[in-house]
């Protein structure tokens, strides 16, 4: 699956759980600026302990507020537990 591919059925499962419009378009966001954050490394393969430092370095590169930074941990969240499980 490529990148658009993968975001594409992201945001179909997420539209599948019943998110407004407003909540897809905000994670679908987040974790798009996440793969750009982690370049050639596709977010997919990674193992748990390094979306783990990843995500830490990610929020604090972009300085988020508390808001940003607890929706960047939801999208993540729901991308790798739910979403990535499905896939595997």
Known sequence: M???DTFVKFSE???L???SGSTINAYLSMVTKFQEFLG???MERLNKDVILIKTMDFIQAKGYSAAS???VLDALGLFYTDFMRMWQ
């Open 2 to 4: 490529t990148h658009k």
């Open 13 to 15: 499962f997420l539209a």
């Open 17 to 19: 759980k019943r998110y």
């Open 40 to 42: 050639l490394v596709r």
């Open 69 to 71: 930074h607890k929706q």
